[in-house]
């Protein structure tokens, strides 16, 4: 009995040693997993910081790029606008013929070339720059025909020239085309 209780407290020493070693560890691997665990949150937080600052960074970038197209297609606009007005502000008058004879009326008609306005001409090394601008035609003829193959004969389309828009001028008939017509007062 004597060797039964030796035994048994020689087995609780052991027992308690290893258990003192163990839970030695087990405190350490505790310790060690709250430590771990709070440094998993520290950097968590500080992630979720940074996240949060790329995204306002993102957005103020975004707004900016977005702010930045605007205002290049409002200015691109408004130099498609100031070239248009520029052009349109000086008008390019020809003169075909005049009223010398009898029975002539006076036509208008808007003149372009586009390989002129744009300054593609092959074998040429500068181009007028009045092409840029608005160019018109004043022709006196008997007839809008007449009036438009002097235009063509003068601004040939195989030149690049097209003539558009031929009217007649108000007020530019010929003497006695109104005989015979009786306006209501």
């Not at 020809?94 to 029975?103: E, K, N, R, T, W």
């Not at 840029?132 to 008997?142: D, E, K, N």
């Amino acid at each position: 009995m004597i060797i039964t209780i030796l035994g048994a407290i020689l087995a609780g020493v052991v027992l308690l040693e290893l258990l003192r070693l163990v839970i030695n560890d087990v405190y350490e691997m505790i310790a060690r997993h709250a430590k771990v665990k709070k440094e998993i949150d520290q950097i968590r937080r500080t992630a979720e910081k940074v996240a949060a600052a790329n995204r306002d960074t993102a957005r103020v970038r975004d707004a900016r790029i977005a702010l930045r197209f605007r205002e290049t297609s409002n200015l691109q606009r408004l130099e498609k606008e100031c070239e248009e007005f520029e052009r349109r502000r000086v008008e390019v008058w020809h003169d075909l013929g005049g009223p010398s004879a009898s029975g002539l009326a006076l036509y208008s008609a808007d003149i372009s070339n586009s390989a002129l306005t744009n300054g593609v001409v092959a074998g040429m090394e500068s181009i007028c720059p009045l092409w840029r601008h608005l160019h018109r035609a004043r022709v006196w003829a008997r007839t809008e025909m007449e009036a438009r193959t002097a235009l063509q004969q003068e601004f040939a389309l195989a030149d690049g020239y097209s003539v558009t828009n031929v009217r007649q001028v108000q007020g530019s008939s010929p003497p006695g085309a109104q005989r015979g017509v009786v306006r209501p007062s």
